[in-house]
């Protein structure tokens, strides 16, 4: 599986926009760029995912590299309530296991 | 609503005496399966389950069981715990569709083994 590479933490203030880097440089063209949150004391979630195109839902948005080597998860409007451990995480549809492989994440802290 | 339940929250158990975690999800996902969260490695994958009576072993399985007799239900068993064994333990499910691209967690389960 190819590895993600994140910064282990992050700042950011409360009402600003905030960009998780990730970087992937083995990303193969089948794998899908996906994103999880885990908030303290709860499981992960699902934020957003892509595959070449950026990406917008209500939670996120997913800007991704012309060449797939790196994405960036950006918060347009961080709350105290984003403060969470971010998990850039490939996958590779078709595979039996449906496995995410969570890697250390960014802990994101959110100043009010 | 959509949910993925644990039961139980939080366990102490002393070594060797068996225990079931439950979890359950009403959205009538074919894949479960089970994670261990530890510090420094993250979340691991114990067991998996793509349907009713189909179960196989993620990366982690040793002293861990599963069984999977009805799709709502996933239960880990835990036959002798060990004090290794203590962890934060989440159950996940999703639908097995090619297209599918959410995993639903649970809220986890904190398990000390003494």
């Known amino acids: 599986d190819a590895k993600t590479t994140q910064p282990n933490s992050m700042e950011s203030n409360e009402e600003e926009p905030v960009h998780l880097p990730c970087n992937h440089s083995t990303i193969s063209g089948t794998d899908y760029i996906h994103w999880y949150r885990q908030l303290p004391s709860q499981g992960p979630e699902y934020v957003i995912h892509g595959l070449t195109s950026n990406v917008n839902n209500r ?28 998990y850039c995480i490939l996958r590779r549809y078709g595979g039996a296991t449906n496995k995410l492989i969570f890697g250390t994440g960014t802990l994101l802290a959110v100043q009010p | ?67 999977r007799k009805e799709k709502r239900n996933f239960p880990l068993i835990l036959e002798s715990p060990s004090p290794n064994q203590t962890s934060l333990y989440f159950c996940a499910s999703s639908s097995h569709r090619e297209t599918s691209y959410e995993q639903y967690f649970g809220p986890g389960t904190r398990l000390t083994v003494t």
Do not use: F
Not at chain 2, 3 to 31: A, D, F, W
Not at chain 2, 36 to 51: A, E, H, K, T
């Open chain 1, 59 to 86: 939670m996120a948005s997913l800007a991704i590299a012309e060449d797939r080597k790196s994405s960036t998860l950006i918060l347009h409007r961080a709350t105290l309530r984003d403060a969470a451990v971010y």
């Open chain 2, 1 to 67: 609503e959509a949910q993925v339940t644990q039961n139980p929250r939080y366990l102490i158990t002393v070594t060797g005496k068996k225990l079931t975690v439950t979890c359950s999800q009403n959205m009538n996902h074919e894949y479960m399966s089970w994670y261990r969260q530890d510090p420094g490695l993250g979340l691991r994958q114990i067991y998996y389950s793509m349907n009713v009576e189909v179960t196989d072993k993620g990366d982690v399985p040793e002293g861990y069981k599963v069984s």
